[in-house]
């Protein structure tokens, strides 16, 4: 049988592998069907319900189950192996090429990165949080995060507690600052690190989610010309309980081809340095107001830009909006309790597509569903 949790959210599901970190957006034959590993069903019972539900041949059910068990399984095996966690390297002499305290949250951070190209990254969006000095004193109780290349790859530790080995540039980036969000919080406990921009009005804030060149940052640029204050860009950290939206300074992402939209209402931007990323060059925009206080979320909204169509908001079932925001990224906390909680909050939120090719129109709209 399979060891897995599994939390319906309409017509769609989170799975979770006990023992593993590992968190899945299914729909729900694949949910049927892997639950009917864990229930111990013979492979005839589950063929019959996968053709059946999936509309297929029973040769093609038949290869789609054992191609998910097998899956399933390995999950499994791998979070019951133990893991190898290396040593940090020995100091090489040579200086980081980034080294500086951050202030994302109550709990100032050392950053440490050894890397060039991954510390010209991080240092774009960290900006606006760096310290001009570190914490008063020698404060030994504050995190520490380091980050080493070694034999082409990235090794991430916080405290000398190995966290992540990779050998993708990007993946070290992401991991590096929502390590650093989580870092900032001591002693919080998270749902999940969405994939999302956030803007804030007087009664609480809009998550804007979606894959890069959606439209999001743009639209959150327009809604901060606006006059609303921007929570968060790329790093939306949900908390357990409260389900408050925590703020984090990072900078907005401006990618290249909205900057001409976005130059008249932030004169300052093209003085921001170019950063490059995945082909891409975009600058960081420092926004002029930051919220200071966690917020309740008010809505789900995922922007969806294509020159000169019209502004259309298209409300989404609870199962469509986790399907988005699983294409668009993010992490969430694998433990049951966690994972059902962020299933009720994402249940109860409003949530939309909004689909434009005029981002004033589009601004106008988002301010509306934080004033209703």
């Known amino acids: 049988m399979l060891q897995i949790d599994t939390f319906p959210v309409d017509d769609m599901a989170l799975v979770a592998v006990p023992g593993t970190r590992t968190v899945a957006v299914v729909d729900a034959v694949t949910r049927t069907v892997l639950e009917g590993w864990r229930d111990g069903q013979d492979e005839a019972a589950i063929v019959d319900t996968l053709s059946r539900t999936g ?4 040769v093609s059910a038949t290869q789609q189950a054992r191609a998910l068990r097998h899956i399933w399984a390995a999950l499994a095996r791998s979070g019951a192996r ?35 190209r991954l510390a010209a990254l991080v240092a774009g969006i960290t900006a606006g949080c760096r310290m001009a000095g570190g914490p008063d004193g020698e404060d030994r109780t504050s995190p520490v995060l380091d980050v080493w ?29 929502r390590r650093l969000v989580l870092a ?36 959150t640029a327009l809604l901060l010309a606006a006059g609303l204050d921007l929570v968060t860009d790329d790093y939306a950290p949900l908390e357990m309980g409260s389900n408050l939206l925590w703020p984090v300074p990072y900078g ?10 976005v130059q008249p209402h932030f004169p300052h931007l093209p003085a921001a340095p170019i950063v490059r990323t995945r082909g891409r060059r975009q600058r960081y925009l420092q926004p002029p107001r ?33 399907t988005l925001c699983a294409q668009s990224g993010g992490w969430y906390e ?35 569903l934080l004033a209703a």
């Open 252 to 261: 907005l992402s401006v990618k290249e081809g909205s900057w001409p939209l």
């Open 149 to 177: 290349r070694v034999a082409g790859h990235y090794l991430l530790f916080q405290d000398g507690r190995h966290l992540l080995t990779t050998d993708s540039l990007m993946v070290a980036r992401s991991e590096t600052l």
């Open 290 to 322: 930051f919220a200071t206080a966690p917020q309740p979320v008010r809505c789900l909204i995922f922007p969806c830009y294509h020159q000169g169509a019209a502004v259309e908001l298209a409300a989404l079932r609870s199962g469509e909006a986790l």
């Open 82 to 116: 133990p893991v190898h966690a290396p040593s940090p390297p020995p100091d090489d002499m040579r200086p980081p090429a980034l080294d500086g305290w951050c202030r994302v949250g109550p709990q100032p951070v050392r950053l440490r990165i050894r890397p060039p």
């Open 334 to 368: 694998s433990s049951r309790e966690r994972l059902a909680e962020f299933v009720q909050w994402l249940e109860r939120m409003p949530a939309y597509v909004l689909s434009y090719g005029d981002g004033a129109a589009a601004a106008g709209i988002v301010r509306r």
């Open 184 to 219: 900032a919080h001591p002693g919080r406990a998270w749902l999940a690190v969405l994939h999302a921009a956030a803007v804030a009005g007087p009664a609480g804030a809009a998550l804007l989610c979606g894959t890069s060149g959606a439209g999001k940052s743009t639209l």
């Open 55 to 58: 509309g297929i041949d029973r």
